[in-house]
């Protein structure tokens, strides 16, 4: 859209959602004499500590300055959620807005964890921001390991395909295979520069492993890696995979990593293989 448009869409979308907050959702007392549904201009102004006149004038798509901060405050009063929040930005700034991160352990909805199962023949793992590993299905703790049965601390991409022996072993092109993975963390760690975490992990498992600290200097990033997998498991040798992430949406900022047998391998059998194993 031409800067027209998008001024134009701005006030559309302000005036929208001043309109669905009702007085009594944020204190103010509704009265009988608004003769606009919502809240008035100057009652959103006051919400946000900006001036009437400078709300005004945004809500009208005028050509002012405005900063990160300021619009962050508009988003609040209105009651954006992160979509909006981000649509904001966009029509007033040209520029995505600032990731909020909220530090918590997202949970699997229940059709998050129907698409696990339903993957039964593809190794699937469940990751948050952080790589966390947060779900995973029966054909990816038969293929790497029973997460279930390590510390939750420990649950982590990043640390596991750095710290255990076997995962290193288990991945013939194992330096794509890692490089992938820290590519993804390296956009999460770009999106999340206030959330200290980051700087705390990655100075911790850089003094773990060498290897670590050689692929992290090369500074890939994207957000959804492909790579072709070549395994040599211990209990069913060769196993091919073209790994594929994808976004869960939403507000949690999960991510699925879905291991697909290869066409024309023997790997799907032998998924069904290590499966039925399970328990003996």
Known sequence: MNTKERLQELTNFLVAHRS???????????????????????????????????????????????????LDRIALALQLNEDERQYLFMLALEQPAPTTFIDNIPTISPALNRILTELHDCPTIVSDRRCHIVGWNQAAAAVFLDFA??????????????TRKELKALAVNWSDFAKGFLAMFRSYYGQY???????????????????????????????????????????????????????VQGRTDLRCSVYTPSIGSDTESKIKLLMSKIGE
């Open 20 to 70: 669905r907050i009702q007085p009594q959702e944020v204190g103010l007392i509704g009265g009988s004499r608004r003769r606009t549904p919502g809240l008035r201009r100057e009652e959103v102004a006051t919400i946000a500590g900006v001036s009437t006149t400078w709300y005004t004038w945004l809500e009208q798509g005028r050509d002012i300055k405005m900063s990160v901060q300021v």
């Open 149 to 162: 049965q390590l510390p939750e601390g420990e649950r982590n991409m990043i640390w596991l395909l750095f």
């Open 193 to 247: 520069v206030g959330d200290n975490w980051y700087s705390e992990f990655i100075e911790e498992i850089s003094e773990r492993s060498k290897d670590f600290r050689a692929l992290w200097n090369e500074s890939d990033v994207s957000t959804a890696p492909e790579v072709f997998i070549e395994f040599r498991h211990a209990k069913v040798g060769k196993m091919l995979f073209d790994l594929t992430t994808l976004q």
